[in-house]
């Protein structure tokens, strides 16, 4: 039965995620950077309000991906079975190209001569990310002792906190090194069009 679920709700869950990417990919970063607006993601403590640049629903659409991702290892964990290190591989694939994917701005930063560190990062902490969950939702979450249930899970939350600022703080500079010569260059998106 846990086979069934996990071998129809990831793929979907991917297929959600390819398209809120795409949903991403039009929103203009360049003008909602410079946009005063509220933060819509909600915040767990008044300091984390500092560590998100606010990017508009972007930075919305970007959580939420990154959980989508997340919850489809945390079933593919709890799933087991063979094809378990090909899903990961795939969910590992998805996280890879998500900044690809979700940033039609990227094309702007390079030519620009900006080095897009935001990639890097992402393509770093997901397979830690990944890894961590499977082998926390696979091992640690039935541990013998308490203490390395507790410690396992409290960085688990520590690392699902963190992936999103570690991907957008790094956005939000390269998009203000570029912006003013961005905004001085080019008409924006609603007017291309």
Do not use: C
Request: hydrophobic letters at 50%.
């Amino acid at each position: 039965m846990a086979s069934e679920v996990s071998s129809v709700f990831v793929p979907v869950i991917i297929l959600i995620v390819i398209e809120l990417s795409g949903v991403a990919r039009e929103i203009d970063l360049y003008q909602a950077l410079h946009e005063d607006g509220a933060n819509i993601i909600p915040f767990l403590f008044p300091g984390e309000r500092n560590l998100i640049p606010n990017l508009g629903r972007f930075s919305f659409i970007h959580s939420l991906n990154v959980s989508f991702l997340i919850i489809s290892t945390v079933i593919i964990s709890l799933d087991g079975g063979v094809s378990v290190i090909w899903v990961i591989a795939l969910l590992l694939a998805v996280w890879t190209v998500l900044p690809v994917l979700e940033v039609d701005e990227y094309e702007t930063i390079i030519k620009q001569g900006v080095s897009p560190k935001s990639i890097r990062r992402h393509m770093m902490y997901g397979p830690i990310l990944i890894s961590y969950t499977f082998v926390h939702f696979t091992f640690l979450i039935e541990a013998q002792e308490w203490y390395i249930s507790v410690v396992g899970q409290a960085l688990f939350v520590g690392l699902v906190l963190g992936s999103v600022p570690l991907f957008l703080s790094p956005l939000a500079t390269e998009l203000s090194e570029t912006s003013t010569q961005q905004i001085g260059n080019q008409q924006p998106r609603s007017q291309e069009k």
